[in-house]
């Protein structure tokens, strides 16, 4: 950390100011210029306030240096973190992934068919919405319970491992036969969720808070791993924008820009970023392209009536193109 | 709700969608143009998938009419709300309350001596942090139980009502003597939380979340109130945007928006808006003119040792100052 | 257009808002519910005032079904546009162009031997700045006219076409030799400049703005379509969104959206969108996956010393590299 | 400007960069910690490339300490700038003004009329649009020099001194009797235009991007400044964010940070920022309340024919209330 004090600060503000960073445990370096006058800080910095420098009467500045994540920073884990989910299914260190299918769980019959179609365009695990987060408390909410359940009928029937949301930690023993737990946009800063999650050994998909910056994405992934799970699998999902022709921006220079500063894997949600069936595979080209470790995306036997999300949703056949065409592009997709 | 169809549809398709759209239990008006032909729908469209129906082959564009919130909205309940905290302490209907207090509640001595001296100015509710949501999960959490006891000993040591906030509803018997429940900006789509919340009938303060909009704010409301809590109170506190020069953006046109569309009363937090002690002083001023009901200002007894945000807490010296120059302007600010 | 009315509105209002719709020469549609009455309006609505309707004490909204542009729409004219800039040079209908150069000419040598380069690595046109917009008045303005004398020569050396910057109408006659002219980001709505460039016959490369919406792009080529130039490309280069990883963010979905709406080719500059040169490869191969018909590409022969904009510039063999990768992808990439 | 290496560095890419910057005339301050090195410049870094240092491989982080601006910063010139626009019309230093007139020029009868409305509500200056940049080539442009013309005249008839903007600077004969010369949003950073008004000696109203930052902002006014003409009033009139039930958002806290930043007066205006007439009061008051120094305002007599920007004019009677409502407030507004 960096902080840069006025001119001719008052002296004992000055004082007080050196002590008490001194009293954290940091060591100072001063470098004095023209205008101003320079501290660097080194040391642990993780827990000194930056705003609260910035604050006081006598420092026009102050900067941090170092990340203030560690367990997701690449930096002390140079090698891909890679994610077992299932036998044969692994995410990050160079493998595809698509994760499909529809967004509320309606019927056993929906999710078993949805999932016997995907498995054959070549996804390797099954989506599907019980806890539904909806904007309108007059929308479908989702089956709750019984759509857990139906979720792992069709795990049976096809061997599918199964990912689902989770709305907060008492529904967790549900879980219980659920392979990858999502946290969604929204819950990505409920943080007694995190800190519960983190006290489990399931993967995780967090994804993306529609306004979080990407390093928030990992400050959110450092809650769950301090809590010893280190199964974080990152999603992209777009962010909020003045841009109203898509639902939301999808960023997709967040996967080099992860892939710079964390070992976790990225994966890429066109669906919710576009909002509309029609934009989602030259999404799903890009995010492919960009060298994300997996996509996610929503696919409905009948999208006209869908209980919720119906626009964002491809038909099977639709979703046998998009997974196709993913696939043949992915060996001239970037790396890192 | 207004349907845009393509110009000749394709005949079947437009058959199914208006069969659909009745079976709805909406009554369509047709009208046609040369380019295209409108669908006018009547009655309630509230359970309508406005995105569902845009991504259909045929139709060109849909826009909803009427506002997606029943509760909530001024139409149906054109008085102001008027929401009782406290004896003698109500929020709506022309009061204008300052609630004060330390970010985080840190100790008996300290809670109590800031209640004191912000009672003095003219604050009529004792805010306090027990449960904090703090990005990294190194930073200070809060005192958790132990904070609302403090508060609630500072509530009999000073008569003032106290408000802290909630972070996953298991904390909720811990907040019996609580007289508002916060809903922080992280947590405005929680929405198991929210639920939770409508089946009590303690007062909610909810903050508008970083990037939610007006709407959605009031969709969270009415989350609340369709649980039978129809006693909120909303609380504006800055959106994310390009600018960096402050921590958020105030986004003052809220009060004006929300005073149109909703019975609710609207508080202003211009600490956490701008994140600077600095900048508190003009952005009450200007929150207390456009006619808000009332603010909500972090004040600490000693900034330079706040376990968090210290960097935007007034000491009550300055706090005495802007809780006066606010009661001196009120007269004059905007009335709806 | 669709203008909803307030229940029971005043009849005088109401008659002076039919009276002079009318009096613009569209013709009403009205369908009554029962908490409002929608206006449909039929004919060309472009020269309406949506946002004057909207506040009048009688309507509750307004809103706008055709797009405000027609040039520029593919809906007037389904088939791609197809640009010739030079012989054997074209973009739009299935082509595939690079242009690369250098952010600023900075000498003869310079500009001769990066043109040389990737004319060799597959670059079909060259890039060059000659008049600079920089935010800052102490920052080099560019070698202005003698810049675009070394683009000249490049040209004559290499045979690649050659586009650089306009920054203000009175330089156009320096363009004459130059056969595709820019029009930077921050010039995207200096609507004189669109007006006057609506005259000349060259190709345009339209930037859409930092904060601009892709319909608002389109109404800037629609200016210079309007003037009788049809020769608009559209270029993405970012805009501006809260995460500050990168210097803007790349909206890949532009160009599915983009594609939809208008017969307009489409070019991705990944370089400006990101600001760092580690990340061009991977926008690079997302643009190209997400089948744009061309990138734009910062190529510098010692970026430690460039002029400007020095950090997201590649090295010519960093080019080879990106330029390779695209070529093999391109197959692979989204067609519309 | 402090530079931050990584561990172990390279050492010829180390000494590279050293001597780099020592040659721009920069001295260094190295301190060592123990996961990397910070480089201390001081002296004149303007000139230094930020962007281009950050993009070395042995450099971790680079951050700029000192404001990039020289003539617009309050550091170097601590009192308030007063700019006379009129004889008795003065902005900045504790003055306050209001602005207004209608958004586009009509008629003599028009403008007139409207003038001695307002001078007699208490408007110290007319404004009103000659030229006018209309996002669509199909609005109404203005009327141009004859606009300028019925602006003199009005000037004439009720001695206001008068503010329009100019577009581009061949216009720049036509404002020999304009009183203050109008920058554009849109304009903001064309930077041509800047310079060349860099060179007369008029006041220049100034306005803020609409997704430009405050440091944007100055970086502007900079560029008029760096040509000798230090007369620059500076205008916030929204930012694009998420948020739809305004147009834009209006900033308010540009005032408090532009005040710590520069000595250049700083205006309000509502009327652009909310884009609906209803919602002009309730923003003057809260920009009065922030201690801004004037408000711009539209007014019409007219406002439903009126020729463009109909929606967010007040009619002249609103504005009397508006115009005292501010009045009356401003005794009590934020002083700095």
Redesign the interface.
């Known amino acids: 950390m ?1 902080v ?1 004090v006025k001119k001719n600060p008052d002296k004992e503000q000055f004082e ?1 100011l050196t002590n ?1 960073l001194k009293s954290l445990g940091v060591t100072l ?1 001063i ?6 006058m ?1 501290l ?1 800080l ?2 642990d910095t ?2 000194v ?1 930056i ?6 009467a006598i420092v ?2 102050v ?1 941090r ?2 990340e ?2 560690k367990n997701a920073n690449r930096k002390f884990h140079p090698e891909d973190s890679v994610i077992k989910v299932a036998d044969g299914v692994e995410f990050g260190g160079g493998t595809f992934n698509i994760i499909a299918g529809p967004c509320s769980v309606e019927s056993e019959k929906q999710v078993i068919e949805i999932a016997e179609r995907v498995k054959k365009a070549g996804a390797t695990m099954l989506r599907g919405g019980a806890f539904k ?7 479908f ?1 989702g089956l709750g319970c019984s759509g857990i359940e139906l979720l792992i009928k069709a795990k049976e029937a096809t061997g599918l491992p199964i990912i689902t949301e989770i ?4 529904q967790l023993p549900l879980f219980d036969e659920v392979d990858v737990i999502q946290v969604g946009a ?2 990505m ?7 519960e999650l983190g006290h489990t050994r399931k993967p995780i998909l967090l994804k993306r ?3 979080n ?4 994405l990992l ?1 959110s992934a ?2 769950i791993m ?1 809590g010893g799970n280190e199964k974080v699998i990152l999603c992209e999902r777009g ?9 939301n ?9 992860l892939k ?1 500063h964390t070992h976790l894997p990225v994966v890429i949600d066109p669906s919710h ?7 989602v ?3 799903a ?7 994300c470790d997996g996509l996610m995306i929503e696919v409905h036997n009948d ?4 209980l ?5 949703s491809l038909t099977p056949d639709a979703f046998d193109d998009v997974a196709k ?1 993913c696939f ?2 992915r060996p ?3 790396r890192y």
Not at 31 to 36: D, I, K, M, Q, R
Not at 167 to 170: A, G, H, I, K
Not at 303 to 306: F, L, M
Request: charged letters at 20%.
């Open positions: 960096v840069v007080n008490w370096h470098s004095e210029g023209e205008s101003n320079v660097g080194v040391g993780s827990s306030d705003d609260l420098i910035r604050s006081l026009e500045d900067k240096i170092q203030p994540y987060p909806r904007t309108s408390p007059y929308s909410q709305m907060e930690f008492s929204r819950n800063q409920n943080f007694e969720l995190l800190k808070g529609l306004a910056t990407i390093q928030e400050m450092e809650y301090a962010i909020r924008t003045f841009e109203t022709a898509t639902r921006t999808l960023d997709v220079s967040a996967v080099p820009v710079k970023a576009c909002g509309y069936s029609n934009y595979k030259p999404l080209l890009a995010a492919t392209a960009i060298g999208p006209q009536h869908a919720c999300d119906g626009a964002q065409a043949a592009l001239y997709s970037c």
